[in-house]
């Protein structure tokens, strides 16, 4: 019985724990909506929430005023503009009504490959 | 009344017309037209920010092109041209697949190092061996680029079906998030803003809050004791400042010819344009959408430009970026054309205007090989009226 206790504890925090980080992801990618990072030929401005294929918190810092989240991304806007790994810094700061974001830092771009045989144009 | 009254009555008038004070030309370089104090203030502020010359204590390279934004446009006055090239490269492969070299530090590889990089015995960036194209760039001038900046995305794409029926098929660039380009020689940046982060950025080697990271060395960071200045070197409003600048920049003014011959030779030019379907293209005239600017506000642009992407043919091809295959080009907006100084074409190869449309390529082959087969005197007055534009 205690065995079966101490599982079901185990599964619900394992549970717990994967349920706040998808929260978490869902909540950075709904925020970063209307942001805009890098510049020039390297700049992406979040428009929808598809763009965004994947995210991933590789480190999150912070205090009571601000939060500063490090994340991988994986995006695409439409096919033939490509696919893209990038790395963001996402600045949160303490607002009336919560957290907002305050700027989205570019920190790396790549093209990923798409599979062979396809075309862009 | 008698009609000799009704005559004197408006001779009166014609006279009070003539001798209303002439609204004084813009000068190149001058401010929009109906800007208020604040919005003048501001561009005066921003024309600070934008001559601003930056060292290495500042946070200069340490990989950069160059120092200010001025030292690229200031000829013949602030906000115009410059003589410096810059190197871009990127990988296109004949599937039609455009990589921009990101991650070896592309597209834009800079031909400078600050003292303390030198040190490491670098004093550039190299392309690196995979690049498949190599293009050298030209500043473009900058007046009239608010305007640009205000033209909806819509009136560009509706800029392709005008196209179809020149038989010329231009069409849109996109940003990598898939935004419609317009900035650039191969149209691939949306914004102004956008545009000038970057430019910062790969320019001088400037970071700001929207690229934090420093130039890389083909995707290699530089030396950590190479880095100085505050991090980022410069904050948002700083760049927002010298955007205002080029905004409320004010497009060249035409030329207007006194002399009778030179009007009638520019008119003929001007109709010449339309004929041999250089219109097609260089569009005369786009017009801004709302703005909260009323100086930007609904304006109409003579640009001679439709911001599409256009093949010029092999002989002018380069690099691919976006959707811009390595032959394809946006049309170069004509406006204030006699005023470009530092060499014509993306790359500043053609000496001058009748090389420059000589060269045309591509979906402009036949109106090239059109004006090659004009007469002298259709071609002076082809280029008179370019020359006034």
């Not at chain 2, 204590?57 to 090239?85: A, M, R, T, W, Y």
């Not at chain 2, 002989?315 to 170069?332: K, M, Q, V, Y």
Request: charged share 20%.
């Amino acid at each position: 019985m205690k065995r079966f206790v101490y599982l079901t504890v185990i599964l619900l925090a394992g549970v717990f724990t994967l349920s706040a980080q998808t929260n978490e992801v869902d909540r950075l990618k709904s925020d970063l909506i209307g942001q805009t990072m890098g510049g020039r030929h390297e700049c992406w401005k979040f428009q929808s929430v598809d763009q965004i294929k994947e995210l991933t918190v590789k480190d999150k810092t912070g205090d009571d005023q601000k939060q500063i989240y490090t994340v991988a991304l994986e995006l695409e806007a439409m096919p033939a503009c490509g696919r893209y790994a990038a790395e963001a810094r996402i600045e949160y700061e303490k607002a009336d009504a919560g957290w907002k974001i305050k700027q989205v830092g570019l920190l790396s771009l790549k093209k990923i490959n798409p599979p062979p045989g396809a075309t862009e144009k | 009344m008698k009609t000799d009254q009704i005559f004197v009555a408006l001779g009166v008038g014609l006279l009070l017309c003539g001798c209303e004070p002439q609204k004084q030309q813009i000068q190149l370089g001058d401010p929009l037209p109906g800007l208020t104090p604040e919005q003048l203030a501001q561009f005066k502020a921003g024309k600070r920010a934008f001559q601003r010359a930056f060292t290495p204590q500042d946070g200069l390279g340490p990989l950069f092109n160059e120092v200010s934004c001025q030292e690229c446009h200031e000829d013949p006055v602030l906000g115009g041209v410059g003589d410096e090239i810059e190197i871009h490269a990127t990988k296109f492969s004949p599937s039609g697949l455009c990589d921009p070299l990101f991650h070896e530090g592309g597209p834009v590889f800079q031909t400078q190092a600050t003292p303390l990089l030198q040190a490491h015995g670098i004093t550039n960036e190299p392309v690196p061996p995979d690049a498949a194209g190599i293009g050298r760039r030209t500043p473009s001038p900058l007046f009239g680029f608010g305007l640009v900046d205000a033209i909806p995305d819509a009136a560009i794409l509706a800029n392709q079906n005008t196209n179809a029926a020149y038989g010329i098929h231009g069409h849109a660039n996109r940003t990598i998030d898939g935004r419609v380009g317009r900035f650039g020689h191969k149209a691939n940046t949306a914004t102004l803003f956008d545009f000038n982060v970057g430019a910062y950025h790969d320019e001088m080697g400037i970071t700001s809050a929207r690229e934090p990271v420093e130039n890389t060395l083909n995707g290699t960071p530089v030396p950590p004791d190479t880095v100085l200045g505050p991090q980022p070197n410069i904050s948002l409003e700083e760049i927002s400042n010298a955007t205002v600048f080029i905004q409320f920049l004010a497009p060249p003014p035409s030329q207007i010819f006194t002399n009778y011959q030179d009007r009638t030779l520019a008119k003929r030019g001007q109709n010449l344009f339309t004929s041999l379907q250089c219109a097609g293209c260089h569009v005369p005239e786009m017009k801004t959408g709302p703005s909260a600017v009323p100086a930007l506000n609904y304006k109409l642009v003579a640009l001679y430009s439709d911001l599409l992407v256009h093949d010029l043919g092999t002989n002018l091809a380069d690099i691919c970026l976006g959707e811009a295959h390595p032959s394809e080009f946006r049309t170069a907006p004509l406006m204030g054309l006699r005023f470009h100084v530092d060499g014509l074409l993306h790359d500043a190869s053609a000496t001058n205007v009748q090389e420059a449309i000589e060269r045309h390529g591509g979906e402009a082959q036949k109106s090239a090989d059109e004006f090659k087969a004009l007469n002298d005197d259709n071609k002076k007055a082809l280029l008179k009226f370019l020359d006034s534009i």
